[in-house]
């Protein structure tokens, strides 16, 4: 019997894989000045949420 347990850990990883993929194409373009973080919050080797963080200067 599995659980659905590494599932959610699975599809919280892809979730920030994903967030960081969009973050670095929107930020890779010419014209952009500023800064971009991904920050992911883990506990007991669990992700718990992604923060993305986009700073633009202008």
Known sequence: MKTRT???VNDKR???E???TKM???IC???F????SVTV???DGHI???RVIVDRRV
């Open 14 to 16: 892809l979730q920030a």
């Open 29 to 31: 373009v010419r014209g």
């Open 33 to 36: 000045h500023g800064t971009a």
């Open 6 to 8: 590494p599932a959610k």
């Open 24 to 26: 670095t194409e929107n």
């Open 48 to 50: 718990q949420y992604t």
């Open 18 to 20: 994903s967030e960081f």
């Open 41 to 43: 919050q883990v506990q």
